[in-house]
């Protein structure tokens, strides 16, 4: 019996992917729809769908699996659906009680395309996540570096606590002025409140910045405070079943969660807001890998789901991490690999606006219900996939290969009666009109991510995968002349597959703030201090593998740092060339210099010219780093690209599934439809053509062209 390996899972808002690879680094792909109140069921579904092609089960199969890593867009569904918990109270400093509400001028326009960032009209403020009532302040200040100003007022934490729990909060959130550099505020905060809900016969999680997420920047800090109780931790219970039920089919390796700079931590860990992008992280990850395997420099990922549409950027083959990200709106400053999410995707809801008298989508998605097309699901409102089925797109009776039947008549009747006949349009131009409206926000999303970074999209290849990639990449990518489009036979469990290309691994990051000045006359307290924090983030990384049962000599320890020119904004990782950087004492330049620490500026000043080629290096202003970054990496099994034999342009008849009508511009074209899986490699498929698989479709509209590559990769032109 064939060996698995290593099992990586993808809950979407839509579908659950499962991405399962044996011994050989083969892999096979299921697809299953997400049961969203029990996600395990949903998962073994999809597991069970893979499995079929080897002819085995999870329970025959299980005990031999090394790695099992998890990603989703549950958590992240959730903020941007607005359907969290709001139930939280938060405690800050008396004065700062609207710092919720007033964010940063960053939070304005932080997540809008590239044309609204620069129309202030189009700023706005998000809707606070928790009511204003909900927050309280109170007396006390620590300074910037770390010193105590204002003694915390004891009473003023009493009144607090008190009041936030009559109003039955279910969890108090506590974030503090410059608590990342002395907690002890908080920690007496933390104190009090125990005290008081002994008294008062209650007991809920007190939740602390300085523990949480100790780093400067106080409103993406407690964004990240709030979210983590809003929107994650209602997920904990569900990755603690999925983990149960792993082992009950006799699987040994623990559950591992991906996280958003890369890594996995476990569903037990004390934080899970690290983890609130996993889904489309997976997605960046399978990139990088695609990137290195092709020889691409300069690589868009693009992920359309049932719910959201991400986008992220290798350049260089450079994978960006960014400190401050957006979520929803809200700033965060937790580690992330460079992505930004919008609600866009094929369960959104389509209404139309009678005081506006057009169309508008979201944010609400019907996401695993599909849309009024599905009976069963009780949705009444149109969704973008009921749009696709009336236009020919999508086969009603070949969704997850036949096992979901679609009602095309209900779909167009639903279109006509909500949004057809208020615009005084006929239901087909109505419908397309409604994918070209989530399409173009789609393409202007995309657009402004690259130009944002002052390059335009031809310098790169596009590759786009979800279940919804296939369909919808030919909109998006319309006019913007990619290199490439990349789109490959296993998109719709492409984050799932780039979880199969993660190491387990985990990463602790440390502010540092150090100044090296131009003349290195810091050298020697530079390399001196980076060497004695990575020594304690290795110790503290060491710890976490200690905790799972990992034999820690199998750790691989990667030193790393951020920083940049002395004076600029955005700093940039760099890897460290050792651990304990040496310094030595000149006698002739009568200070300690550093070749380690030398080596890492010319790395630095190398990837920014890389980077930012219409910018200019300034070295002689000194450099800052900011954080020192330590990753501890045990390796785990990897998948293979499929490797096929180049064929005959032409396809096999065997391909064929004869014709169908789709809807594309403005009229009525007949399409040629195909088979993905009977398609082989050197295939050239020419629109208007539909490219059927149970898990997603391809669309080829008129003009285009696809070509299959020896590693099922599709490539589209026009």
Request: with cysteine; proline share 5%.
């Amino acid at each position: 019996m064939v060996k698995i390996k290593s099992i990586a899972l993808d809950t979407g808002g839509t579908m659950t992917d499962s991405f399962i690879i044996d011994e050989m680094g083969t892999f096979t792909v299921g697809k299953a729809q997400t049961t969203p109140y029990n996600e395990s069921e949903g998962i073994l579904n999809s597991i069970a769908d893979s499995l079929q092609y080897r002819g085995i089960t999870l329970s025959e199969s299980g005990e031999s699996v090394e790695a099992l890593v998890y990603s989703g867009t549950a958590m992240l569904n959730r903020l941007l659906e607005r359907e969290g918990n709001s139930n939280i109270g938060v405690i800050v400093n008396a004065g700062f009680e609207d710092l919720l509400r007033l964010g940063r001028a960053l939070q304005c326009w932080i997540w809008l395309d590239y044309g609204g960032r620069l129309h202030a009209r189009e700023h706005e403020h998000p809707e606070p996540l928790i009511p204003r009532k909900q927050i309280k302040g109170v007396r006390g200040r620590i300074n910037f570096w770390g010193e105590e100003l204002i003694p915390l007022y004891n009473e003023d934490v009493k009144k607090a606590v008190r009041e936030l729990l009559d109003k039955g909060v279910e969890s108090i959130c506590v974030c503090l002025l410059c608590s990342y550099m002395n907690a002890s505020h908080e920690m007496q905060v933390e104190r009090i409140a125990k005290e008081v809900m002994k008294e008062m016969g209650k007991e809920i999680p007190i939740i602390l910045s300085s523990e949480h997420n100790p780093v400067r920047g106080e409103t993406p800090r407690l964004n990240a405070l709030i979210i983590e109780q809003y929107a994650a931790e209602p997920s904990r219970k569900q990755l603690i079943e999925i983990a149960e039920r792993m082992k009950e089919k006799g699987v040994p390796a623990p559950l591992r969660i991906l996280t958003t700079y890369g890594g996995t931590i476990s569903p037990y860990h004390k934080t899970l807001i690290p983890t609130m992008v996993s889904g489309p992280i997976g997605g960046m990850i399978g990139t990088q890998f695609i990137a290195e395997k092709y020889g691409i420099k300069n690589l868009v990922s693009s992920d359309v789901g049932g719910t959201s549409f991400d986008v992220g950027l290798v350049m260089e083959r450079y994978v960006p991490a960014k400190w401050e990200s957006s979520l929803g709106k809200f700033i965060l400053n937790i580690p992330m690999i460079a992505l930004d999410s919008i609600g866009a995707g094929t369960g959104m809801y389509v209404r139309y606006n009678e005081i506006s008298d057009r169309l508008e989508f979201g944010p609400e998605s019907a996401g695993y219900k599909i849309g009024v097309c599905n009976e069963q699901s009780g949705v009444e409102t149109v969704t973008m996939t009921d749009c696709s089925i009336i236009l020919g797109y999508l086969n009603p009776d070949y969704f997850l290969g036949g096992k979901i039947k679609l009602n095309k008549n209900r779909a167009f009747k639903y279109i006509e009666e909500q949004i057809a006949d208020p615009l005084k349009a006929d239901p087909y131009s109505t419908a397309r009109g409604a994918l070209d409206l989530i399409e173009i926000n789609m393409k202007n999303h995309l657009n402004g991510m690259i130009q944002g970074l002052g390059f335009r999209p031809e310098n790169y290849t596009l590759i786009s995968f979800g279940g919804g990639g296939p369909l919808h990449v030919a909109g998006y990518a319309q006019d913007l002349k990619f290199q490439d489009i990349l789109i490959p036979e296993w998109a719709p469990a492409f984050s799932a597959f780039g979880c199969a290309c993660a190491d387990h691994s985990y990463r602790h990051e440390k502010s540092v703030d150090l100044v090296m000045p131009p003349d290195g006359g810091m050298d020697g307290f530079v390399a001196s201090m980076m060497s004695s924090t990575w020594t304690d983030l290795k110790i503290e990384i060491s710890k976490e593998f200690e905790k799972e049962g990992r034999d820690v000599s199998e750790m691989e320890f990667r030193p790393s740092l951020r920083m940049q020119y002395f004076g600029m904004f955005d700093d940039l990782e760099v890897e460290s060339p050792a651990e304990q950087l040496i310094s030595q004492y000149s006698t002739e330049k009568d200070r300690y210099i550093s070749e380690d620490l030398t080596e890492i500026t010319r790395r630095y000043n190398k990837l920014f010219e890389e980077i930012f080629r219409r910018g200019t290096t300034s070295p002689e202003l000194g450099y800052h780093i900011t954080k020192a970054i330590g990753t501890g990496i045990v390796p785990v099994p990897k998948p293979k690209l499929p490797e096929q034999q180049l064929t005959s342009e032409k396809p096999d008849d065997e391909a064929t599934k004869g014709n169908r009508d789709i809807f594309w511009g403005k009229g009525w074209h007949e399409a040629s439809l195909w088979e993905m899986s009977l398609l082989k490699a050197g295939n050239i498929i020419d629109g208007p053509a539909v490219i059927e698989a149970p898990a997603t479709t391809l669309v080829v509209p008129p003009g285009y062209r696809v070509k299959l590559d020896k590693h099922r990769i599709f490539h589209m032109e026009v």
